[in-house]
């Protein structure tokens, strides 16, 4: 028998939120010409893992795929391995849904394919030692880890070429080495030259073990890299080699090689995860440091690990609070559908959609699909969770109120208006309106995404960085001469921001729906000193939001300044088919362009939803002049620029005199429209 053994195969998931011509597309262009490349070599062994949520798409669009999936099982060609069911980033989801979803993906392979899977595949090789105990539980005998765990664990090099056992509260677990650098590889080298380095490892007498699991869309995700792999067979051309290379190489299945060698050593991994989830997670800075040691040779390997303790899933939390805020109400979800009693249905029609919500896609900026910067991959967690939700609510037992929470684990009480038809969520920081659900179609119109400091793959920086979220009732103190333009490019002083002011309650009522904050600070827009005391009252009624502001002049002197109340609204697009703003007038509504504009004596504005058919409309007592302009960042894989949300600002110019107030109502209000 060969003492080089290869597990080789590809690993295929698609995030949720993606249209079915865009997973057509792609089913077409790669997974369709893998396996029939891979088909045609029957005595090579592969291990392939599916997420369940692309079986369930295959299953529906094309059937016959599953069909030669389960021919290739059934011919001992094929291992499937576990995983969980909607491919989330697994140290971040509760315990129960992480067994929930393991299990979840083991039923239907089994009833689909026959063998139970004995392996899992980890989201992004996310790995935190915790899971070592919750993956035993529900039957995982094994699963994969990159190169960075295995130097991170403090094994060398010539080590790692064989599996180890790790170990949790008494529970083991087999981990298996991914050479993510080999994968690399196979997108570039050409065939020979990808199977002599593979024999470059074969050592006379000694046993070793290579695991190449490459993602199923990397072949051909390019039209060069289509015509590459399978217009110019180049793959056909490796699987020959390889199947030809017998006499010093086995292709083995994962299973397989544990029943003929149980590992004999033992390893601890820490916290960490595969290079591209760990250089995303990096600022600019910290990756700059890690290209640049990742340019040496072996030794820039092995440095690389004193860098790559900084790069694992939860900075994502902190770097990115869009994606703080979706862990945060998927946390709380989870919390609600866990509250559910005696229902089993109801339950478990939470559950799935709680685990729907889950898809780790949409939490971080994946260079794959856009991630956490494609708003549709964001929208479509959102819904999931937002459904949930709902289900968790029994009609005539669920009575509107407001419910205080700490809701994004920062220890602040956070306020959250539960309604019928609308959730709306104010922070203390700020007295900031953070998440606004409309339930009627499961939207969030705060579902927002700041501009960020990012190095797109061709170097360029995007020019403008947002220092605070895009969320709604900000409120700014500018000077006279600051204009459009300058609030675009953030050229004010940052302490004309008044977003992250720590309001104190003065008022929550649950029943009737009120809420009341309240803050006093200095300010010194236009350089003009002063100190101001805000007070907002917010009421909440069906679909609609009361706003009531008041300014007082807390000092002593007269002060001048220029107030704005910034609203940031998420739809799905700003093209015309999707999204129409309307400017009221008198009886009239004007439609205006979505780019940048300067609105006078605005008095109400009106977005129209087209996709959802519904509307959200602005109205403010005091006449304003407002800007309205759109937030685009870039996305990372290409760095072109992708539409976020719409921002709207009204401006009052206010001048008080000691103890004198300003006081203003807004409104919004949410409501769908008329089917034609």
């Keep these: 028998m060969p003492d080089l053994k290869l597990i080789f195969g590809t690993i295929n998931s698609l995030p949720l939120g993606l249209k079915d011509p865009e997973i057509e597309k792609i089913y077409q262009r790669d997974y369709k010409s893998f396996i029939a490349a891979v088909y045609n070599f029957p005595r ?48 971040i989801i509760p315990r129960a849904d992480r067994i929930g979803q393991f299990e979840k993906l083991t039923a239907w392979l089994r009833k689909n394919f026959g063998p139970r899977p004995r392996g899992g595949w980890i989201g992004e090789t996310e790995w935190e030692p915790f899971l070592a105990s919750a993956l035993s539980s529900c039957g995982m005998d094994y699963v994969f880890l990159s190169d960075n765990h295995f130097a991170s664990a403090g094994i060398a090099f010539d080590q790692r070429f064989q599996p180890y056992i790790t170990e949790d509260q008494g529970q083991t677990l087999t981990i298996f080495p991914l050479f993510d650098d080999w994968g690399q590889d196979l997108l570039s080298l050409e065939p020979q030259e990808i199977v002599e380095k593979i024999r470059s490892v074969h050592s006379d007498g000694a046993r070793r073990l290579l695991t190449i699991l490459v993602d199923g869309s990397r072949f051909g995700g390019a039209a060069e890299g289509h015509k590459r792999w399978y217009r110019e067979k180049r793959l056909e051309k490796l699987l020959g080699l390889l199947q030809e290379a017998g006499d010093w190489l086995e292709l083995i299945h994962p299973g397989r ?65 869009e994606s703080n805020d979706l862990y945060a109400k998927m946390q709380y979800t989870h919390i609600l559908v866990n509250q559910i009693k005696g229902d089993k249905y109801r339950k478990s029609a939470a559950q799935e959609e709680l685990w729907k919500g889950q898809q780790g896609f949409a939490y971080w900026p994946s260079p794959a699909f856009g991630g956490i910067y494609r708003n549709g991959l964001r929208k479509k967690a959102y819904h999931d969770l937002i459904c949930a939700e709902k289900i968790t609510r029994r009609k005539g037992v669920f009575i509107p109120s407001i419910v205080t929470a700490d809701f994004d684990m920062d220890r602040r009480t956070e306020y959250l208006y539960q309604g019928n038809e609308m959730n709306a969520y104010v922070h203390t920081l700020g007295a900031r309106l953070f998440e606004l659900d409309y339930l009627p179609i499961s939207w969030n119109y705060l579902d927002t995404m700041a501009r960020r400091y990012e190095t797109a793959e061709g170097g360029e920086e995007h020019p403008v960085v947002d220092f605070y979220s895009r969320k709604t009732f900000i409120d700014h103190f500018f000077g006279e001469n600051t204009c459009i333009d300058d609030f675009e490019k953030l050229n004010f002083p940052s302490d004309c921001f008044f977003g992250d002011a720590p309001f104190e309650l003065v008022k929550c009522d649950r029943e009737r729906r009120e809420l009341v904050l309240e803050y006093t600070g200095d300010i010194s827009a236009g350089g003009v000193g002063g100190r101001i005391r805000i007070v907002k009252k917010f009421i909440f009624q069906g679909s609609s939001i009361n706003l009531y502001y008041t300014l007082t002049n807390a000092g002593g002197r007269d002060i001048a300044f220029v107030f704005g109340s910034e609203m940031n609204f998420s739809f799905l697009s700003k093209k015309a088919d999707a999204l129409k703003i309307l400017r009221v007038e008198d009886e009239s509504r004007v439609p205006i362009s979505p780019e940048k504009t300067v609105l006078k004596d605005l008095s109400g504005l009106v977005f129209e939803d087209l996709l959802h058919n519904t509307t959200l409309a602005f109205s403010t007592l005091e006449p304003a002049e407002a800007w309205s302009l759109p937030v685009e960042t870039l996305l990372p894989e290409d760095g072109g620029p992708a539409y976020q949300s719409s921002c709207l600002l009204p401006r009052w110019k206010i001048a008080l005199a000691p103890q004198a107030s300003w006081e203003n109502r807004l409104n919004l209000q949410l409501e769908s429209r008329p089917s034609v």
């Design 44 to 91: 090579l062994c592969c291990t392939f893992h599916f997420s369940g949520s692309f079986l369930l798409w295959l299953d529906t669009h094309h059937p016959e795929f599953t069909g030669v999936l389960q021919e290739m099982t059934g011919r001992k060609q094929l291992e499937m391995l576990g995983g969980a069911f909607y491919d989330p980033i697994l140290p």
């Design 257 to 321: 090689f544990l029943r003929q060698y149980p590992p004999k050593l033992k390893a601890y991994f820490p916290c960490g995860s595969r290079t591209g989830l760990m250089r995303s997670a990096f600022t600019p800075e910290e990756k700059s440091l890690y290209d640049a040691l990742a340019k040496n040779t072996k030794s820039g390997r092995e440095k690389r690990t004193v860098v790559s303790g900084n790069g694992f899933f939860r900075r994502f939390l902190t770097r990115y609070p």
